[in-house]
């Protein structure tokens, strides 16, 4: 039997490929995050990425919506940005599990670790998520990430997300990640 998080890593996974084959025909446009004033919405930016069923991710315990996730989103992107390991850390919860194409999972040191090894590879990066869909009963979202730098372009991909709400915050607790080939 597949434990509850390595289960949750690999729906995330699959949600990550399934935004990729959503989107790479579709013709949507590529936009970057909205600005943190409005809350992304996935009818701006075509077709939302579409979620397996059944999705073996317990639905959230409090509400979350689309605007809080978008807004954390947001924020990660933001931190990704300004190369900000602390902004990064201060939006993931303490059982973070970030996978990266068939790499190990990592936790939250070990993700941090590979944020700040990033960051010394790259100069002035600017990361942007696109094609943002949404699963609010599951407090999920997918999109399609993008990393420039000035070098251009350095990385890019399908990427997922699982929410979870302490107390009064929401943090990332899980994040899947699938490399463009």
């Known amino acids: 039997m597949v434990s509850a998080s390595a289960g949750l890593v ?3 996974l699959a949600v990550g490929i399934a935004v990729v084959f959503v989107t790479r025909g579709s013709g949507a ?10 809350p992304p919405a996935s009818a701006n930016l075509g077709a939302p990425a579409a979620f397996p069923a ?6 959230a315990a409090a509400p979350i919506s689309t605007g809080e ?33 068939t790499d190990p999972s990592e936790d939250l040191a070990q993700a941090l670790d590979t944020y700040r090894s990033q960051f010394a590879a790259l100069s002035n990066p600017v990361y ?15 999109a399609i990430y993008s990393i ?13 997300f699982h929410f979870v709400r302490l107390g ?13 080939a």
């Open 10 to 12: 690999l729906v995330l």
């Open 148 to 160: 420039s730098s000035d070098a251009g372009t350095v990385g890019g991909g399908s990427i997922g």
């Open 54 to 59: 059944p999705i073996d991710v317990a639905p």
């Open 69 to 101: 996730m978008g807004q954390v989103l947001q924020w990660y992107a933001d931190a990704y940005t300004n190369e900000n390991v602390n902004g990064l850390q201060s939006l993931f919860a303490d059982n973070l599990v970030r996978t990266n194409g």
């Open 168 to 180: 009064n915050q929401l943090l990332i607790d899980a994040i899947a990640i699938q490399p463009s």
């Open 128 to 142: 942007s998520l696109s094609n943002l869909g949404y699963d609010v009963p599951r407090a999920t979202a997918a």
């Open 29 to 38: 446009p590529k936009a970057s995050a909205p600005p943190a004033s409005a």
